[in-house]
């Protein structure tokens, strides 16, 4: 996202430069700027996100969806209980850190949903983890979550947002405003409309249903390699679809049916053949979430 920036800093300062002249040269500061911002536009497609980027992005997102649902304070020791099951499962997937760690956060709502944003901030309503038959079922919570952080998703949605044309809308207006003036107005709409548009579309529309089958199977291989039994996933999904009529938001709404899921998952599953050691861990479980 820096580079992003910096480009559209350079550009502008090109354009800038490009103008200060007699006014015999304004056709070709005119298009010059047009250029230096035609060649912006061009690269943006280009441009690489760094794990510092997303963590940014992925905390000022959380605010937004935090200002909706804030943050549950009633039970500190919860926090940490999944924390901990995060811990242990970041330590055994493919991306172990990110830039500043994974967090979880619990939401104060009754609703059953969960999100996640990039680099490394995941929110579960207490709900959710009210409704989790296990530990292993809130791994699987969790496990699902990581996914779709390791799995860069959040990061394609902003990679899809239609960042150059708000960068072309202000380029219109280069020749109307002073250099300094449109570094300091892009810039701050550069950001704020992909915070704006990926908090909106996690919360209302959530990931694309690809994306969240994926998550799925990769949180399968993320239980299975940490020691929970990759059928606690199914386990949370089943409760999901138990009660999915007596929710009126929450999951039915950011996610695709339990039921689709749960077949995609059945079939995921013959691949892992972890020993079921659930019941090990059902006194913490109850402990920690009483």
């Known amino acids: 996202m820096r580079f992003l920036l910096a480009l559209l800093i350079i550009s502008i300062g090109l354009a800038g430069c490009?103008?200060?002249?007699g006014s015999n040269k304004s056709d070709a500061a005119t298009k010059g700027a047009e250029d230096a911002l035609s060649q912006m536009n061009g690269a943006l497609s280009q441009a690489e996100i760094t794990p510092e980027d997303e963590y940014?992005?992925?905390?000022?997102?959380?605010?937004r969806v935090l200002s909706q649902y804030p943050p549950y304070q009633g039970n500190p020791a919860l926090a940490s209980y999944l924390n901990a099951i995060c811990a242990a499962l970041v330590i055994h997937s493919d991306m172990p850190a990110v830039y500043n760690g994974y967090h979880v956060t619990i939401l104060d709502s009754p609703e059953f949903n969960a999100f996640a944003t990039s680099g490394g901030h995941i929110l579960i309503t207490r709900g959710l983890i009210a409704a989790a038959p296990s530990e292993d079922a809130l791994a699987g919570v969790v496990a699902h979550e990581i996914a779709h952080i390791q799995l860069r998703h959040g990061v394609q949605l902003v990679e899809n947002l239609r960042v150059t044309?708000?960068?072309s809308k202000t380029a219109d207006r280069s020749s109307e405003l002073a250099a300094d003036e449109l570094e300091a107005e892009a810039r701050k709409t550069l950001f704020d409309n992909s915070v704006r548009e990926m908090?909106?579309?996690?919360?209302?529309?959530?990931y694309s249903q690809e994306q969240e089958f994926e998550a799925d199977k990769y949180a399968l291989g993320m239980l299975a390699k940490t020691g929970y039994s990759p059928s606690g996933l199914?386990?949370?999904?089943k409760v999901l679809e138990s009660r999915q009529a007596s929710q009126a938001g929450g999951f039915n709404t950011t996610h695709p049916s339990p039921s689709q899921r749960i077949a995609n998952s059945?079939?995921?599953?013959g691949a892992?053949?972890?020993?079921?050691?659930r019941s090990f861990r059902t006194a913490r479980f109850q402990a920690a979430t009483k």
């Not at 199914?234 to 999904?237: A, E, K, R």
């Open 199 to 206: 908090a909106t579309g996690l919360m209302v529309n959530g």
């Open 18 to 21: 490009t103008s200060s002249g």
């Open 234 to 237: 199914i386990d949370v999904l």
């Open 266 to 269: 059945e079939r995921e599953i």
């Open 56 to 63: 940014y992005l992925g905390r000022a997102v959380a605010a």
């Open 165 to 167: 044309d708000d960068l």
């Open 272 to 277: 892992y053949t972890t020993p079921d050691t």
